[in-house]
């Protein structure tokens, strides 16, 4: 495992992207491509296929649970972590069911978000 | 109509337990302080009147959610504590909100609203679900008047406010959460179903 | 100077001297009427474009534009206007939230179009106007000399 995992960063707020791409790429990844919508990140998983994903729900022009069914679809290997301020119960499953690996609510830390990275691209 | 109010008053209150808990992690820990959340049953005018000081400026995150409810919720800061909360969360030194300070208090509430939400969500089981939150800066009249505009409010509104504020940083703001008169109704169900077991 | 502030829904009148006031404009439209004769001011604070027959538990007649702008001529030809000398300024109809689209056409455009076609309707003609926009913003009548001052952060005050 020498080279660095690539990660797509998606968040409608450029604050949030931001942050998480300081996070990740302190811990060994390579943040290759950053998105603001469903629809861009579902464009960009198809041109840049990076090893893993990080997606927010609400959005606006596609939101994150549609975005990850088209990226499923398009790879059913995709591995997706959802990075969403939304906690509620019933969306956790539903991210889930679409194929997300792991679902962290905002606030999050550095920590957890890591963790959450390793886990999913092993 | 006491007992309805009152609980949402409570319910409001863990709402804004949950808003402030969030906010809490995103300033490092620091403690925050939560007055007990006023709800109030406005008829239009004192609606129109109610923001104190209608020209001062400050920045709102405001979400409105349309779907089997209506609700609005929103995030209210005056200038000089968006400065401060801003300046906090992306250690910029500006004495003008910058485009990257703003981005931060957009996250920062929509964090906090969503977290309201997911409370209000589990405890009455009404299905709320967040849409993209909007930031304004401006006047907090023209703000709290689009606000009410938005959500269609010809007439009576239900209103819960909170108030926060912490001594960490210069902070301090409100939440409001208007939800619409079938919510309302919804929310205010669990009373009556709550008093109606305690009399058999 | 005696400041009169006319709150959202509400209609203020004054004759000769005096500022009529209106804050919180934000997808709502102050309209002004003022006829320069007689020195009487009129100024509304309009929410929403129709009244479609609401049955509003107060009857606060600035709070439509098809309602408010008859009110405005009324109260002002009570006044003692002469309603042939009438010119009237409009401000506001903004959409402040930013990062996101207002449906098509907003609250704001709603109400700028619904006020311009009531002053139409009643043949007053518009002699100012600082409408749409992303800004809130305050409007000041002066009814010494029929100046419309338009107030919004972030700029100095304009008049219309």
């Not at chain 2, 409570?10 to 709800?39: C, F, R, W």
């Not at chain 2, 996250?107 to 906090?112: D, S, T, Y």
């Amino acid at each position: 495992m020498s080279l660095a995992k690539t990660v797509l960063i998606t968040d409608d707020t450029a604050f949030m992207r931001m942050t998480l791409r300081n996070v990740i790429q302190k811990n060994g990844f390579t943040v290759v491509g950053e998105a603001s919508d469903g629809e861009e990140a579902v464009n960009k998983y198809k041109e840049l296929r990076p090893d893993l994903v990080t997606m927010d729900i609400t959005m606006p022009k596609m939101d994150g649970i549609s975005a990850i069914k088209e990226i499923m679809k398009f790879d059913s290997n995709a591995r997706i972590i959802v990075c969403s301020a939304m906690g509620q119960k019933p969306m956790v499953i539903e991210a889930l069911n679409a194929g997300a690996r792991d679902f962290l609510v905002k606030p999050f830390d550095a920590q957890r978000v890591v963790e959450a990275l390793h886990k999913a691209s092993s | 109509m006491r007992e309805k109010l009152d609980f949402l008053t409570e319910l409001g209150n863990i709402g804004a337990s949950y808003a402030t808990t969030a906010l809490s992690k995103m300033l490092h820990d620091a403690k925050l302080k939560l007055t007990v959340p006023q709800s109030r049953i406005l008829s239009f005018s004192e609606a129109a009147n109610y923001i104190p000081d209608p020209e001062e400026v400050v920045v709102c995150v405001y979400m409105r959610m349309v779907d089997i409810f209506d609700a609005n919720i929103a995030f209210i800061l005056p200038m000089n504590s968006a400065l401060a909360l801003a300046g906090f969360l992306t250690s910029e030194k500006s004495e003008h909100l910058t485009d990257l300070g703003q981005s931060a208090l957009l996250e920062v509430g929509n964090i906090m609203l969503s977290s309201y939400l997911t409370a209000l969500s589990m405890i009455s089981g009404a299905k709320l679900k967040p849409a993209v939150p909007a930031i304004a800066v401006d006047m907090n009249g023209a703000i709290w008047e689009s606000i009410l505009a938005d959500a269609g409010i010809t007439d009576f509104v239900t209103v819960l406010e909170t108030h926060f504020s912490t001594e960490q940083i210069e902070l301090s703001g409100h939440l409001f959460f208007i939800p619409d008169h079938d919510l309302y109704e919804f929310l205010s169900s669990k009373v009556s179903g709550f008093l109606l077991e305690e009399s058999t | 100077m005696n400041e009169i502030f006319v709150n959202m829904g509400q209609i203020g009148v004054i004759k000769n001297s005096g500022v009529l006031v209106t804050v919180g404009l934000g997808s709502c439209v102050g309209v002004s009427l003022y006829d320069p004769s007689t020195k009487v001011g009129a100024l509304a604070h309009v929410f929403l474009a129709k009244s479609r027959g609401n049955a509003d538990s107060e009857l606060l007649p600035g709070k439509y534009a098809d309602t408010a702008i008859p009110a405005l001529v009324d109260l002002a030809v009570k006044a003692g206007a002469n309603r042939d000398r009438f010119e009237a300024k409009i401000a506001g109809g903004a959409h402040l939230f930013e990062n996101t689209k207002p449906d098509m056409p907003s609250v704001g455009q709603r109400n700028v179009e619904a006020v311009i076609e009531q002053l139409h309707k009643h043949r007053i003609p518009i002699t100012g106007k600082d409408v749409l926009g992303k800004r809130g913003r305050k409007m000041s009548l002066f009814v010494d000399t029929g100046i419309v001052i338009v107030t919004s952060i972030g700029q100095q005050p304009i008049q219309i």
